[in-house]
């Protein structure tokens, strides 16, 4: 039903910015709190933020947090992260997916998986 591509990845120097967006097809985002996720090689996906269908109450890692905002646009069925003072760690995969909720903010919480949008940020 729920299809979801992210896209906006790139490379970026230390301290750059980049706007990822989470695009939906097959159905409405409406009813779904969507999580944004990880992975760098040999790494554990791990949860980014989070945000409810309402939009209420995002949650962040503490990695990100004060850097990063995760915001959406039901109308144009797009959920969005904008990632600021971008660091050489936070160079993953990223990838967006669905859930109900935004209690945690686990892999396996979500389904509806991206195919995911590699951000590398490096000098």
């Known amino acids: 039903q729920l299809q979801l591509v992210e896209s906006g990845g790139d490379l970026v120097q230390p301290g750059g910015s980049l706007r990822l967006s989470c695009a939906a097809s097959?159905?409405?985002?409406?009813?779904?709190?969507i999580g944004w996720f990880r992975q760098a090689p040999g790494k554990e996906r791990e949860g980014v933020t989070c945000?409810?269908?309402?939009?209420?109450?995002?949650k962040y890692a503490d990695s990100v947090k004060g850097r990063f905002t995760i915001s959406r646009d039901n109308a144009k069925n797009t959920v969005y992260l904008q990632m600021n003072d971008l660091k050489p760690e936070d160079t993953a995969v990223y990838y967006c997916?669905?859930?109900?909720?935004?209690?945690?903010?686990?892999?396996?919480?979500?389904?509806?998986w991206g195919q995911g949008t590699q951000v590398t940020v490096s000098s």
């Open positions: 945000i409810s269908s309402s939009g209420s109450s995002p």
């Open positions: 097959g159905s409405t985002l409406n009813n779904y709190a």
């Open positions: 997916a669905a859930s109900y909720g935004c209690w945690k903010v686990l892999p396996g919480d979500f389904d509806s």
